[in-house]
């Protein structure tokens, strides 16, 4: 599986490098990558791994993300004891996929966790993550207890001035945030901000201090994601965050991914609405994160690539 | 052959104590080596009122062929005696202590007392003494408490050596009451053990002082060739149970524990497995030699047998003994039988909040009348919210497990603890029966809210309900506020748990009866396909 996406990767880098008319050199795959121009591109009507290909090629390829040597996180959502047909956690194909992506540009280590909400073990087993991510070599790594969280300072934060943030992400050189598309009880959407949930040990403390200020005084932490990466493959669209059966699911076949976390969870949100209406300013805190200058809900403004497969 | 028995029972015995022990620990919780504890006498006889009698007969069988084999072999607490009699014999050499302490009459009116008052009150319906004094459920809280509290702190030290490999655990299944408890008891063990070999199973011990009354009809027993016999003393040294008397050349079998320790010490080789017809009496007796001199051999026995009445008289007394304590064990079965069904259904006394049962208890009471308090469904439960009571349940219930949702709730796909549970205290419940199994009700306390206390978004509760008993529904300035169908609601506590507010907005009361919830609302909707991407 790991050669096979490794190769895939090449493929498509070399496929991207020989259109600029530059040299193909596998080994330092920062080399193909290309200047597209996108702030984020939109993919829609594929398999997780073909639009994911697709887009991060249109990106210009993982290895302008992630640098050779780099100690990489990639954070899914893994909240919840349930199986991806549920759309409660995030691909896994998706996340190996983005493993041997990063290894393929050189990652010296790349590490995946969540600070999950159901009991650890069964939602890490269960959302077929964890197992997809050894094979795609990387670290599964523990996040249940506050023992593996460090304290850092959120200075621009309103109500979240300190928080305690996963050992692996304040230790990272690069991190990279693969949430899923689901509605929510009550942050009403959760897309890429809120995925930030997980990252951090006291999320009580988020809901007893205006969740919707919380979650954006979260995303203002200084190490952001190099990327995020939307899994709208399959998603929730009623009794989230959770949901209870088969019924809440929809297969939606979409993938976003920007660097810029407030675009793509407008992106997201907006395609979200097709399937069930969710106005976007109820989602409080996508115009708080765009107050604390940490992107731009206004998607005029940015160059963005739709690619229909 | 007779001298190899010991070993044959040192192997079993150890692989099976390790076997029963990994039921307890919590880095072999998950190997699935709970039905063993389906073989300990008590769950057996308690799993007879959930419908299984197998393990339960061929233990009574196993008795009646062979003795107190239960005792050495499968007992937990039996063989930590034996290991603990083992190492303090180790130290004791050092010191040139004595072992055992030779041939000691019976506590006979001290362990039938017992005996008959848990037996009685068991049968009234109060099983609560059988649950403190069970040897099996005594070692479960050992090993629970003790050895599972050791193993903690041994893996979270490792945890710091190998941060990557080993996980770190809150020490979330320490239990006051339940640790003293399990700490008193162990040193009682420790004492008894050390000093005087099986005096536990010989004077308190019920399950001993009963196998102890059917082996007096036991077919195959340890039996001394007396003329064979030297008086050399070195069974009487070896023998746990001080039961055998060189005086008589008889050995005690209703404190005999099945160890065979006195076979492998002979060194003429005279103690025997005889079956109770041939008496061992005469040199030339064929059980090893073979039938070459049959009438010969049996005219000596016939001789011999007459000769010593007082033997015969105490086997005869002794299956006159097995018969009534099988009558009495049978009547205290169908009388417990009997009032299991008049017995009413909610009759606890607690001051405080009641303590919520885990699922498949059926009642608190049912839980009462099976439970034995061995903490294997605490041991088991991933999630480490079972905890043994303090007073939730009153002072019956002490040590009974009982849910916590202070740490984490109990998990919607799990329903390891009835499955674990071998005295049908917990009938096993499948995934779908579990769903649907309302252990408590969720109460919302609108006041505490934090959507209606700040006016700021939360839904935790919303968040963690796997049946969606709460929905987040309108309420005021596009704010959403939970709102709850208590006959959906399973009682599980994931928003408990969650909940942020002080004190908390949801609360689990447990049923005193646990019910069937309803099942949750089918949602369907309209499986749809865009064509856009809606920006």
Redesign the interface.
Known sequence: MERRNFLKAALLGSVAGALQMKGIDLKAADKTTVETGNDMV?V?GGEPVPMYRKAIAAMGGMGKYIKKGYKVVVKPNIGW?KKPEFAANTNPELVAAIISDCFAAGASQVTVFDHC???W??CYE?SGIAEAARKAGA?V??A??E??YKPVVLPKAVRLKNAKIHESIVDCDAWINVPILKN?????MTVSMKNFMGIVWD???????????CIADASTYEKMPVLNIVDAYRIM???G??G??L??V???K?LFISPDIVAVD??AI??????RKMDLA?V?HIAKGEALHIGTSD?SKLKIE?IKM | MYKNLKKVRIIFAGLFFLIILASFLHFSSGWGTQWTLKTQFVPSLLAVFAGSALAFILLIVLTLLLGRVYCSFLCPLGILQDIIGRISVAIGKKKGKKKNGGYKKPHNILRYSILGIVGVLFAAGISYPLALLDPYSGFGKIAGQIFGNIELSVTNLLSEIFPSAIYYQQYVRFSLGSFLFALIFFLIIVLMSAFRGRLYCNTICPVGSLLGLISGASLLRPAIKKDMCVRCRACVSECKSNCIDLETKEIDVTRCVACYNCMASCKKGSIILAPVWKKPGSANKAVEAGNTDTSSANAGQDKQEIKESPTRKIESIGRRNALIAMGALGTAMVAKGLLKKETPAGGFSSGGKLGIAPPGAQSITHLKQYCTACHACVAACPNGIIKPAALEYGIDGFMLPTLKYDYKFCAYDCNICSQVCPDGALMPLTIEEKHLTQIGKANFRKDHCIIVKDGTDCGACDEHCPTKAITMQPYKDGLLLPHLNQDICIGCGGCEYVCPATPKAMIVMANAVQTQAIPPKVEKQEKIQVDDFGF
């Not at chain 1, 929510?184 to 009403?188: L, N, V």
């Not at chain 1, 907006?270 to 399937?275: D, I, K, L, V, Y």
Request: charged fraction near 25%; aromatic fraction near 12%; hydrophobic fraction near 30%.
């Open positions: 939109a829609m004891d909400c159901d009991e073990q069964a269960h670290e790594a523990f249940h207890d023992k593996y929510h009880g009550g942050a009403k999320r009580g403390f988020f809901h007893s201090n205006n969740l919707q200020q669209t009623q009794n965050p959770k209870k059966s019924d809440d929809q297969l939606a979409a407008t992106a907006r395609f979200f609405s097709q399937f109820s409080g998607l739709r």
